[in-house]
């Protein structure tokens, strides 16, 4: 640690401790509007579209875009810039193309809280959403790489233990979420993501005096990376996650159903007016580009000024203890601080939406609560109890899950989210523009679809998880249009036979 850092502890504490104290006021003043399921997983025109918007973008932008990635960027060089460049404008593009129409649908049958009772309202199937709902726990290992991240900050600039760098962030997210759910959540995203996208700019301009070059910045790092290997400045890298074309492709198709994921499809929900949708894409996209574009140079950067690191995962905090004066490292910090969390409370709220109002509702109501004829108000109010009590019981597992370091934290992240995605993808494209989607098609490909990356990731058959991903959605696909083209067959001739009888 750098001489110069004796006050660095005693700052951060201060901030973490006004930063509890903030999250914490926010989640008791959310809290009038989580006294229902609605209010609790929406808070549906409660907030500016602007800033549902903005918490779109802080929510995307997780400890994977400011500490994964640039850990690649440290390890593989310039071919990492595929991804980051996939972050915003092939997201931005799905985002784009899916908003309205999930938007429309969201509104039908009384409105939809969650994707899973989103996907179940459009093919009439309870089935269905049951089956989402299950894949949506796979999310803790997002969660996971959160905690991972915030714990490695803390422990490379600061020295605090990694196992109490955990604690603190999964006991922090868990207080206000629960206090005032999607309000408290994503009003403190989209204050935050101020700070993150000041934190994104400065480590972009801090090349210009930890490179130099002046103007020529970019061809001075170039130079610099090559010297130490000309592998770092090639368009693919060698053993690493983009070294093929087919690779890079597997990785954007990721990027584009990405914007698909539970918890960030839930804020178009949050949408109150049509109308509304123009300043949310707006507001998300200014935002993608900022939090996901710059601190990837920084990783860049870290690995000429600071070569050997034992963890890549650990080059942005490293990097900005090299680059800044103590006071701005402090502000970095919570910046970062910002970064993490504002992504694993979207993740605990999706995840513990999911639970309340997908699966124990439609399964254990249905059984506890047979015969006592409950009103719609105490059924929201069981529902809304098991959502927060759910939460606590996730945030356990995942401090438990997050013990073990793993190898990369981009890879944990994306782990769980190509599994979603390889089930969900081809029930919410189709389901939108093709005419002939039932709910056969449907459960047909949620069960193909992930149970192919299960068994490709889980056997080692495909290694590449951008891969596997890329297989198992084009499977989903086809099961879906086979199965809804069968089904739909099966019924007209069931049809037919009843009218000839």
């Keep these: 640690?750098?001489?110069?850092?004796?006050?660095?502890?005693?700052?951060?504490?201060?901030?973490?401790?006004?930063?509890?104290?903030?999250?914490?006021?926010?989640?008791?003043?959310?809290?009038v509007h989580s006294g229902s399921m609605k209010g609790f997983a929406l808070a549906k025109g409660k907030i500016s579209p602007a800033i549902v918007g903005l918490s779109f973008g802080t929510s995307y932008a997780s400890a994977n875009l400011f500490l994964g990635v640039p850990g690649w960027a440290y390890t593989y060089g310039l071919s990492t810039l595929w991804y980051t460049i996939g972050c915003f404008g092939v997201t931005w593009l799905g985002l784009l193309l899916f908003t309205k129409t999930f938007?429309?649908?969201?509104?039908?049958?009384?409105?939809?809280?969650?994707?899973?009772?989103?996907?179940?309202?459009?093919?009439?199937?309870?089935?269905?959403?049951v089956l989402v709902a299950l894949l949506v726990l796979f999310n803790i290992y997002y969660i996971v790489g959160q905690n991972v991240g915030l714990a490695t900050m803390f422990e490379t600039v600061i020295g605090?233990?990694?196992?109490?760098?955990?604690?603190?962030?999964?006991?922090?997210?868990?207080?206000?979420?629960?206090?005032?759910g999607a309000f408290a959540q994503i009003v403190s995203d989209g204050i935050q993501g101020t700070a993150m996208a000041l934190v994104s700019i400065l480590l972009f301009v801090s090349l210009l005096w930890t490179i130099g070059g002046?103007?020529?910045?970019?061809?001075?790092?170039?130079?610099?990376?090559?010297?130490?290997?000309?592998?770092?400045?090639?368009?693919?890298?060698?053993?690493?996650p983009f070294y093929s074309g087919f690779a890079i492709l597997s990785i954007q198709w990721l990027l584009f159903s990405f914007v698909l994921l539970p918890h960030l499809m839930n804020k178009v929900l949050t949408v109150e007016k049509e109308e509304d949708l123009r300043t949310f894409t707006l507001t998300?996209?200014?935002?993608?580009?900022?939090l996901s574009v710059f601190s990837v140079f920084a990783g860049l950067a870290a690995r000429v000024i600071l070569p050997g690191l034992a963890s890549a995962d650990s080059a942005i905090p490293a990097y900005i203890l090299e680059a800044f004066p103590v006071v701005i490292v402090a502000l970095m910090v919570m910046g970062l601080i910002s970064?993490?969390?504002s992504t694993t409370d979207s993740l605990y709220l999706g995840i513990t939406n999911s639970i309340g109002n997908d699966l124990f509702k439609v399964l254990a109501v249905p059984v506890l609560y047979k015969n006592k004829n409950l009103t719609e108000q105490e059924l929201d109010g069981k529902v809304l109890k098991a959502s927060k009590v759910s939460l606590i019981f996730i945030g356990l597992v995942s401090l438990y899950m997050s013990f073990s370091r793993p190898?990369?934290?981009?890879?944990?992240?994306?782990?769980?989210?190509?599994?979603?995605?390889?089930?969900?993808?081809?029930?919410?494209g189709l389901g939108y523009f093709w005419?002939?989607?039932?709910?056969?098609?449907?459960?047909?490909?949620?069960?193909?679809?992930?149970?192919c990356y299960m068994f490709l990731t889980g056997s080692g058959t495909v290694e590449h998880v951008f891969q596997a991903m890329f297989f198992s959605s084009a499977l989903g696909f086809f099961s879906m249009i086979s199965v809804s083209l069968l089904a739909e067959a099966a019924k007209k001739r069931e049809k037919t036979a009843q009218q000839a009888v």
């Excluded at 962030?169 to 206090?179: C, Q």
């Excluded at 998300?284 to 900022?290: E, I, K, N």
């Design 1 to 31: 640690m750098r001489e110069d850092t004796t006050w660095l502890l005693p700052f951060i504490i201060v901030m973490l401790i006004g930063y509890f104290a903030w999250t914490t006021w926010l989640g008791r003043k959310g809290a």
């Design 103 to 129: 938007w429309r649908y969201g509104q039908k049958n009384g409105g939809s809280l969650t994707l899973p009772q989103w996907l179940g309202n459009r093919y009439k199937s309870k089935t269905l959403q």
């Design 160 to 180: 605090i233990p990694y196992m109490w760098g955990i604690a603190i962030g999964v006991g922090i997210t868990i207080v206000y979420v629960s206090l005032g």
């Design 214 to 240: 002046g103007w020529n910045v970019f061809g001075t790092l170039h130079t610099e990376l090559r010297a130490i290997d000309p592998a770092l400045v090639a368009p693919l890298s060698t053993g690493g």
């Design 284 to 290: 998300a996209g200014v935002s993608l580009f900022v």
């Design 339 to 341: 970064a993490i969390l």
């Design 407 to 428: 190898e990369s934290l981009a890879l944990l992240t994306n782990f769980g989210t190509s599994a979603i995605i390889s089930g969900i993808v081809a029930p919410i």
């Design 435 to 451: 005419k002939h989607a039932n709910k056969s098609g449907a459960i047909a490909s949620v069960l193909s679809g992930a149970g």
